[in-house]
């Protein structure tokens, strides 16, 4: 048996520290994505007051979530970083990084001046840390899913990516549970102690991610030279299509998100403030729900393939459109909890379950990295733009204008895949199952080999 394929069947089962990679990555991802939600929450319910308050209500909304986006405009240039150095000098390092630049920014946010205190000062500080945090959470996704899915089993590898996606409604949970207890609190404190708080979760995730072993599939192209001097030309190249791919596909998740808990959340505090902590409740318990459905498709795309799971979650958000506006115009507690819990909890939590493998697979371990985030990165500052569109389609049309915003997101999802091959197929699957059995069966005689003589009386 050659070499390669000697490595080749080694790497079926996975790395040994599968496991702890892939929580450890949740562990971090869930930290970063509280600290780039509690800005959303923030953005919706704080800022316009906070940073814009000379501005009537609609003004104020727009440059509150101007603000927002920002940060989702640097994140591709942070994926691009953190691709070029994770495809080039490994993942872990930029893990690491990513958590130590966005913890230092959330919590500088939590310690700035407002408008009242120092002018226009305030905004532009705010600006300046937000495209900090974009750049960092750019960094970071690529990273964080890469090492899952290069230590785990090639047979559960969507299980697998699935766990550091689960990280992501986590993070939101925490975000959210910890606005909904700020909101009891007085003064400025209901929204700068969130951010204050996060500096505790990002200690602990450095310490978990500062003892993560590296990809073993990132050391075998290294060893064997088969890493590309610059990633990231190497990918804008080669695999420019699967860029493209990866847009699309992820255009219609963060739209998703971030229509329903950004805007929608705005929206219906706006016009019903007494549901406020109803809505805060539903985010928090649709998070909640998300993570077990994120890990459960991801689960799921290992038995059935990739595509007809994304298939079913772009056809629901496509029919979800309308309804999650007539629901939520109804100002009926219920209703609205349940527009928060289907968005989120269920259709979005399919898609990003999903993706983790899916995304992932477009593209060859030399560029995996850069790929993969940079597509998803560029789509994120497009999602990062769905609450102000939403705010001002609504300004001039009403609510169908952010329904139709909502719907044109899921359309592009569904031709996305529709148009991308099946990455994990019947073929595959079955061939891969075959070289796992079988290097079970191999491991399984060597250790009867090893413990039998041992266990003959004539010794």
């Not at 506006?325 to 009926?332: E, F, I």
């Not at 169908?400 to 719907?407: D, E, K, R």
């Amino acid at each position: 048996m050659s070499i390669s394929a000697t490595a080749e069947r080694r790497s079926a089962l996975g790395s040994k520290d599968r496991v702890k990679t892939a929580v450890a990555a949740a562990f971090g991802t869930s930290v970063e994505n509280y600290d780039f939600i509690a800005y959303g929450t923030a953005s919706a319910l704080y800022f316009s007051a906070v940073f814009f308050p000379e501005s009537d209500r609609l003004v104020g909304t727009l440059l509150s979530f101007a603000t927002l986006a920002v940060g989702f405009v640097m994140r591709p240039l942070g994926g691009a970083i953190g691709g070029y150095f994770a495809d080039k000098l490994g993942r872990k390092p930029v893990l690491v990084a990513a958590m130590t630049v966005m913890g230092a920014a959330t919590f500088l946010i939590g310690a700035l001046p407002t408008y009242e205190q120092v002018g226009v000062l305030a905004p532009i500080l705010l600006v300046a840390i937000r495209m900090v945090q974009g750049l960092a959470f750019g960094a970071e996704w690529g990273g964080a899913i890469t090492m899952a899915y290069e230590h785990a089993p090639w047979h559960r590898r969507g299980m697998f990516a699935a766990i550091p996606q689960s990280g992501n409604p986590l993070g939101i949970a925490l975000a959210s549970g910890v606005f909904a207890w700020s909101d009891t609190l007085h003064g400025s404190w209901q929204w700068r102690a969130p951010f204050l708080l996060s500096a505790v979760l990002v200690v602990v995730a450095l310490i978990v991610r500062s003892r993560l072993s590296e990809s073993p599939e990132f050391q075998e192209a290294q060893a064997s030279g088969t890493t590309e001097k610059n990633p990231l030309r190497a990918t804008l190249a080669a695999d420019w299509q699967g860029i493209l791919r990866v847009i699309a596909l992820r255009v219609v998740e963060s739209f998703a998100y971030y229509s329903t808990a950004t805007y929608l959340l705005s929206y219906v505090t706006e016009r019903n403030p007494e549901l406020r902590p109803v809505a805060l409740a539903a985010i928090t318990a649709a998070s909640i729900l998300a993570i077990a459905v994120t890990f459960l498709a991801g689960a799921l795309t290992d038995r059935i393939g990739r595509r007809p799971l994304y298939i079913t979650a772009c056809t629901a958000a496509v029919l979800f459109a309308f309804p999650m506006y007539l629901l939520t115009n109804s100002a009926q507690p219920v209703l609205v909890a349940m527009v928060f819990i289907i968005g989120i909890g269920l259709i979005h939590a399919s898609l990003t379950g999903t993706q983790g493998s899916l995304l992932t697979e477009q593209f060859r371990t030399a560029t995996r990295t850069s790929g993969a985030s940079l597509g998803y990165q560029i789509a994120a500052a497009i999602g990062g733009f769905a609450p102000l569109l939403a705010a001002a389609l609504v300004g001039a049309f009403g609510w169908p204008g952010a329904a139709l915003l909502y719907l044109g997101a899921a359309i592009i999802g569904l031709v996305g895949i529709l148009a991308t091959r099946e990455t994990w197929g019947r073929d595959e699957r079955e061939r891969v199952r075959g070289l796992v059995a079988e290097e079970r069966h191999i491991l399984n005689t060597s250790k009867t080999l090893e413990t039998g003589p041992a266990a003959s009386p004539s010794q």
